[in-house]
């Protein structure tokens, strides 16, 4: 990992919220994910599951992390299982965990290894009456695809069919929705990776130059900073192909007169940063790109100030929308009459803004949260409204993150460019 040591105190705090959750005498089992194959004896690049770095800080491959608050083997109530260390595996990939250096990190001191699972299992399984055990529960999970994280569910379920089982995705979507503030710490970092990267290219993109050009100064400046790396696919989208929502083939040239959207953020400390900024690529804006612009950034303002806790996401959704449509009015690309003729199903708005305004953010990008609940202090936000215009081949679309504070929200990149003057006055 290139990023600096994180306190384990944050995981700490994670495993106590959890454990306050959780039925008496239960136990929570969370294993890590598969190292996915390509082609050949070739793995993906590894990708630990987001519940076991929130419990335990903890990102090497086949890690387990135990909960039993209640068990009677007092020294077994947090359990980290790793894999053994062994000198050819260490040979091959490098520096495998020692059980004084997992104990660094995430603060649980009863460190097992992988090859006494089994045994560990049995005793505690054989003494908790509720086990909690971990499916992905995202909304938008595509369950068509074979699910890994099933096969320890079922394998733990059939060999003890008896028990009585638990949700903790469930109980993990309430918890990691809520961030804390030694969270949104590390999160500052991916942010701050993130906008130093944005002061890069504002100086570096001019006609001519190419997407993938500023895809490398980004990346560049990102892995340089300590960066895990890209927190997604970056969207780098000049002229028309900034309708397209998820252009990640970055490979084509920006020319004079069109506004660049990008659509990028770091990954650092495993919390994710994503922001969205609209430039002309020429350093000015014309008149009605201007228009446009302010227009977005209206809405974008409208969002900065209504969220806060309390408030029903649909509601927020609600006045975002009504905002949007006050706005696109305003720069005539929707008439009163459309408004008047339209089939309640598909707005007129909907023709120039098409997607979702804001997403959790977190450890994943897309992160676990509730959309129907009340918006609670402690939640992270992106606010990313959008106007693409097909007839005039420009798109635009302004992201910041923020954090919902007792009264309101913190704007986690307040201070970087977001005005048109500001944008011109850096460009130049
Ligand atoms: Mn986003």
Not at 95 to 102: G, Q, S, T, V, W
Request: proline share 4%.
């Amino acid at each position: 990992m290139k990023y600096l040591p994180i306190d384990s105190k944050l995981y700490e705090q994670n495993r106590q919220r959890f454990i306050k959750k959780m039925k008496p005498n239960s136990v929570a089992i969370f294993p890590a994910n598969p190292t996915f194959p390509t082609a050949g004896d070739g793995t993906m690049t590894y990708k630990p599951n987001a519940d076991v770095i929130w419990l335990s800080g903890i990102t090497q491959e086949k890690t387990i992390v135990i909960l039993y608050p209640d068990n009677p083997d007092k020294n077994a109530r947090e359990v980290l299982v790793l894999i053994r260390p062994n000198e050819l595996m260490e040979k091959w990939n490098g520096h495998l965990l020692r059980k004084h250096e997992a104990t660094e990190l995430s603060g649980i001191k009863n460190i097992q290894w992988l090859d006494g699972f089994d045994t560990l299992l049995q005793v505690m399984m054989n003494s908790a009456d509720t086990v909690y055990l971990n499916t992905n529960e995202h909304n938008r999970l595509d369950t068509e695809l074979p699910r890994t994280e099933l096969a320890f569910v079922e394998s733990v379920m059939k060999k003890y069919p008896i028990h009585h089982y638990e949700r903790a995705a469930r109980v993990m979507k309430e918890l990691r929705s809520v961030k804390t503030k030694e969270e949104v710490e590390v999160l500052k970092e991916a942010i701050n990776i993130t906008a130093k990267a944005f002061d890069r290219v504002l100086k570096f993109i001019e006609p001519g130059v190419m997407e993938y050009e500023i895809e490398a100064e980004i990346t560049h400046e990102f892995l340089k900073r300590r960066a895990t790396g890209h927190a997604y696919g970056c969207i780098l989208a000049s002229g028309d192909r900034a309708r397209t929502l998820h252009y990640v083939e970055n490979n084509e040239e920006c020319k004079d007169g069109e506004l660049i959207l990008m659509d990028f953020g770091a990954e650092y400390g495993n919390y994710n940063a994503d922001l969205s900024r609209t430039v002309p690529v020429n350093g000015v804006f014309t008149k009605r790109q201007k228009e446009v612009y302010n227009a977005c950034l209206a809405v974008h303002n409208h969002g900065k100030k209504i969220l806060k806790p309390g408030l029903l996401f649909q509601d927020y959704v609600k006045s975002i929308n009504e905002e949007m449509e006050r706005q696109l009015l305003k720069i005539g690309l929707i008439s009163k009459n459309d408004i008047k003729n339209q089939d309640p199903e598909s707005p007129a708005f909907k023709k120039y803004f098409y997607h979702g305004v804001s997403h959790h953010l977190g450890l994943v990008v897309h992160d676990v949260g509730s959309y129907t609940d009340p918006i609670n202090e402690g939640n992270l936000f992106t606010i990313e409204p959008g106007i693409y215009i097909e007839e005039e081949q420009m798109g635009i679309r302004i992201e910041n993150n923020v954090w919902i504070t007792k009264t309101g929200n913190v704007d986690l990149f307040k201070g970087i460019p977001i005005t048109v003057e500001e944008i011109e006055a850096a460009m130049k």
